[in-house]
């Protein structure tokens, strides 16, 4: 009897002993997976990021009125080609900017930072604003997107913000200015946007926050941009 107690017993540690063994392989099992599926999650991310879409905050108001502080946008960044991540290089050629596309692109001034525009003129166009009017390839163009807030004429003796030009677009360039046209640091300052230094096309409102009204801008959630 005692021996077969001790073979009880003993089957009884054994069969115990192979219940954790099989729970702590489920444990790393499932340990497993998670870190798989963050990993996956991760890198899909990052992908996205580089050559899909990307969010941006818009921090002023040199895109009033299409776009006001407080809005988040989506870009697609690869409208205009795919690029290598860290490689401002167009690997697969899509499509050309065209005049009126609001875009989001490094600085040229200091390329840290990102600026969001409006094309005005592509490669080969010929600028120029008279007395805050916009000509584009001598063609008078009326407000095409802008405004203007101050009534006030400067002299282009003193500064280009209303008389600048006429200048023409270089190869692989754009001449790009912001909707509040009174309030933008744009290519009328500091010059043109190199297409390699392109980080996509802005197309939707996702987000608006109104930090003076400390609320959401409702209205501006899901338009498209034009």
Avoid at 161 to 186: E, I, K, Q, W
Wanted: proline share 5%.
């Amino acid at each position: 009897m005692q021996s077969a107690r001790k073979g009880i017993e003993g089957s009884r540690l054994k069969s115990s002993d192979s219940s954790e063994k099989a729970f702590g392989k489920k444990i790393k099992s499932g340990l497993r997976e998670n870190i798989e599926a963050i990993a996956v999650a991760v890198i899909l991310a990052l992908f996205i990021r580089s050559f899909v879409v990307q969010a941006f905050k818009i921090p002023s108001g040199s895109m009033k009125p299409t776009l006001l502080i407080g809005d988040h946008i989506l870009v697609n960044k690869f409208i205009y080609g795919i690029k290598i991540p860290f490689w401002d290089k167009v690997i697969i050629p899509i499509k050309k900017p065209e005049r009126g596309d609001i875009v989001v692109f490094k600085f040229p001034e200091d390329p840290s930072k990102d600026f969001i525009k409006r094309v005005i003129g592509i490669a080969g166009d010929v600028v120029e604003i008279r007395n805050k009017h916009l000509y584009v390839n001598h063609k008078r163009m009326g407000p095409y997107f802008g405004v203007y807030l101050d009534s006030s004429i400067i002299s282009g003796s003193i500064q280009p913000r209303d008389n600048f030009g006429p200048v023409t677009v270089p190869a692989d360039c754009l001449f790009v200015m912001g909707d509040n046209r009174d309030h933008s640091y744009d290519s009328r300052f500091w010059g043109f946007v190199q297409l390699n230094a392109l980080k996509g096309k802005a197309f939707i409102i996702y987000w608006s926050w109104d930090k003076d009204n400390f609320g959401v801008r409702w209205s501006r959630l899901g338009d498209l941009l034009k």
